[in-house]
């Protein structure tokens, strides 16, 4: 008998990474269920695609806005911007469920368009049909996370989703989230919506993952370009409506109690894994802390792999493709009784922060970790920073601000690490992981960029990390 293998959440970019790989084994059945409308993923349909489609004519507005050669502001056409994401996305999404339709066309695998709820671990109803799986494969996405605030429950708000699709915005903005979903649409809604924001932001700095120097550098961006006002080491104490029907947030900030109001409140929060509707009370899993280990392996039940955001470990799409490539890998490897292989990936990051203006890009270990972390513990490093001012290029494309950092190994020069907050980071992003995952000299890195192009910015690391090695 074929091995049964159910997955649910199959139009998700997890989901279809792991049908793919199974549908070629010819002694695996597969079974997909998604109960999507119209289905795609959600970096399809409301994450990474659409916010980079209204992000790009934010940018616009800002780089002719910052440039004294150009007269004239332009305004930016929001029903003209969603018409042409809700487009784009349609196509993306088209493409997405054309890929798991054409899987459903072989004879081991089956696709059902119907919610999927679990019996116990190893049974599965999928609409009126209850399917017994030789494996479950949990690939369902995540969705808002909702703070647990006093009043909470009694005001309106607006997410990352709404903003995608909006068309109108009030004059002024409440903000509560300042990570990545927050750098990405605080400015947007600034500069294509150009509305007054306040940012609640808990810490000092936002951008945890990031040393301390881009911190600062992302929050004084975002005083200075866009003029957002950002209440650094500020929480949140209660939230109420206002008697015209707008918000009214009060705060705990550096021990003083103050009162923020606004027209309209946007929670940008972050995520929780999607598993509400998975009827997991009939299974021993609990999701919380380590429900799901390196593997895609359910702690508590062995025949249930969870990968993508709804394991709550990285939610980023292509973690989340190689998470599944590995789940399906790991369901062979535990029928034949073999040893599971854990999920290890080099850290790779992008932000488009600053509207993709000033996107902030990490690879690999920063020199904050390699400090504090005790696996870096008495490991010797070179690290060295470069201003974007210092390569005349950014000056001449009217982007002047921002920074990168190379980190090195003080012995052998292995390249460890990168960190960019200026124009084009994330394009050199995939430059920098290639010198990171192959363990490149830097030495041995050609520091020549075409003249004049942004690379130079790595030009310059490398010959000053070379220079220090030397």
């Known amino acids: 008998m074929p091995t049964h293998v159910v997955i649910i959440g199959a139009y998700g970019s997890a989901g279809v990474a792991v049908a793919q790989e199974l549908a070629d084994e010819e002694d695996v059945k597969l079974t997909l269920a998604d109960d999507g409308e119209p289905g795609g993923g959600l970096c399809i349909l409301k994450g990474c695609m659409p916010s980079k489609e209204v992000l790009s004519a934010g940018k616009h507005r800002f780089q002719v806005r910052h440039d004294h050669r150009v007269e004239g502001v332009p305004d930016v056409d929001l029903e003209s911007v969603v018409a042409t994401k809700d487009e784009h996305v349609q196509n993306f999404a088209d493409h997405r469920r054309a890929a798991v339709h054409d899987l459903a066309d072989r004879e081991n695998v089956e696709f059902i368009h119907r919610t999927a709820r679990f019996v116990d671990d190893r049974t599965v109803a999928i609409g009126d049909r209850e399917i ?15 703070p647990d605030l006093n009043g909470m429950d ?70 200075e370009e866009f003029d957002v ?41 972050g995520r929780r894994p999607a598993v509400d509707r998975l009827g997991l009370e009939n299974t021993p899993l609990e999701p919380g802390a380590g429900w799901v280990g390196d593997t895609m392996q359910a702690r508590d039940a062995e025949r249930i792999f969870v990968p993508g955001d709804v394991n709550g470990h990285e939610p980023i799409l292509h973690v989340a493709k190689e998470q599944g490539f590995l789940t399906a890998e790991n369901v062979l490897r535990h029928r034949e009784g073999e040893a599971l292989e854990p999920y290890r990936n080099t850290h790779h990051h992008v932000v488009f922060s600053g509207l993709g203006v000033y ?3 990490r690879v690999g ?4 970790e390699l400090v504090r972390e005790d696996r870096h513990e008495g490991r010797d490093y070179v690290a060295v920073t470069r201003e974007a001012s210092t390569d005349g290029v950014f000056k001449t494309k009217a982007t002047p601000r921002g920074l990168a950092k190379l980190v090195v190994d003080a012995d052998d020069g292995t390249v460890l690490g990168y960190q960019g907050l200026h124009l084009h980071a994330d394009v050199m992003a995939k430059t920098m992981q290639v010198a990171v995952e192959m363990g490149l000299d830097v030495r041995e890195i050609p520091d020549r960029a075409y003249h004049p192009t942004t690379p130079e910015i790595l030009d310059g690391l490398i010959r000053e990390a070379s220079a220090e090695l030397d």
């Open 154 to 223: 009694e005001v309106d708000f607006s997410t990352s989703a709404d903003v995608l699709d909006a068309t109108e915005f009030p004059d002024s903005g409440l903000v509560m989230g300042f990570g990545y979903v927050g750098l990405e649409m605080v400015p947007y809604l600034a500069e294509a919506a150009e509305m007054d924001l306040t940012v609640v932001e808990h810490d000092d700095y936002p951008l945890d993952e990031a040393d301390e120097e881009f911190r600062k550098a992302m929050l004084d961006i975002y005083r």
């Open 359 to 361: 996107p902030f890009a």
């Open 365 to 368: 270990v920063s020199e904050s």
């Open 132 to 146: 017994e799986a030789d494996y479950v494969v949990v690939a369902t996405g995540s969705t808002v996370t909702v």
């Open 229 to 269: 006002d950002v209440l650094t080491d500020t929480d949140e104490q209660s939230v109420e409506e206002t008697a015209d029907g707008g918000v009214r947030l009060r705060v705990k900030r550096r021990d003083q109690r103050e009162t923020v109001e606004a027209d309209e409140l946007f929670l940008f929060t």
